[in-house]
């Protein structure tokens, strides 16, 4: 059973608007979560990390959102540029676990001109 | 250029061969990984090595075996493979420190397929 969720596989934006890619949870012991960004050909990299003792955290175009009694964070992009365009993987830990990160299956992001 | 890299990028075998996969990172970092991402589901952790000594071993097959000679190199030895584990195998590595979560980096990945 998958306890990182991304119910999203794919998801189209227009240029400059807000992208929002969606992540659920079952885990209630993780405490730290990440963003992470893959181009084909390339291998994932660090976007953005929220710890569960805030709600939000902001890095220029980008901010995660973290709802701890729904179990679930967000990633709003904006604005949305084509360059955006590649597939998003939320991933979990916890204390004691930090090295073992558990990944969703990705959001692919589309920005169309 | 994350600072990790890999080869091959592309590797295909029979089920009945012996190959090897090589990472290494240019970053200085003394902790590496190996997960596997198979088609539609999500990365899978395999392997983790701090300081060169094996700390995880997610329940992977002993078909596949894992070799960190040094902080800046690991391998994944592959024999008698299943088509099954026709995958893209991803290495990573951190800098871990006393803060519990450190950031992976990743290199380009190799994609193998078994036939």
């Known amino acids: 059973d998958q306890q990182v969720k991304q119910n999203s596989p794919s998801l189209s934006v227009q240029e400059g608007r807000i992208s929002i890619l969606n992540c659920d949870y079952t885990?209630?012991?993780?405490?730290?979560f990440l963003w992470y960004k893959k181009y084909p050909a390339e291998g994932p990299t660090f976007l953005i990390s929220?710890?569960?003792?805030?709600d939000k955290n902001e890095d220029g175009r980008f901010t995660v959102f973290l709802n701890k009694s729904a179990k679930h964070l967000s990633l709003h992009i904006v604005p949305s540029q084509p360059g955006d365009s590649a597939v998003y993987f939320c991933?979990?830990?916890?204390?004691?676990?930090?090295?073992?990160?558990?990944f969703g299956p990705g959001t692919r992001l589309s920005v169309l001109p | 250029e994350t600072g990790v890299t890999q080869t091959p990028r592309h590797l295909v075998m029979g089920m009945t061969n012996k190959k090897s996969l090589k990472c290494e990172q240019h970053?200085?970092?003394?902790?590496m990984y190996w997960y596997k991402q198979s088609a539609k589901k999500p990365l899978e952790l395999m392997f983790v090595?701090?300081?060169?000594?094996?700390?995880e071993n997610n329940s992977v097959p002993s078909r596949f075996s894992p070799e960190c000679p040094n902080s800046s190199h690991l391998f994944l030895h592959l024999h008698t493979l299943q088509p099954e584990d026709s995958a893209l195998y991803l290495c990573?590595?951190?800098?871990?420190?006393?803060?519990?979560?450190?950031?992976?980096?990743f290199g380009p990945g190799t994609r193998l397929t078994v036939l």
């Open positions: 990573a590595s951190s800098q871990e420190s006393d803060f519990p979560y450190n950031e992976q980096f």
């Open positions: 970053l200085g970092h003394n902790a």
């Open positions: 090595y701090n300081f060169k000594e094996q700390t």
């Open positions: 885990n209630s012991m993780f405490d730290y």
């Open positions: 991933a979990a830990t916890y204390y004691n676990y930090g090295q073992n990160f558990v």
């Open positions: 929220i710890s569960s003792i805030k």
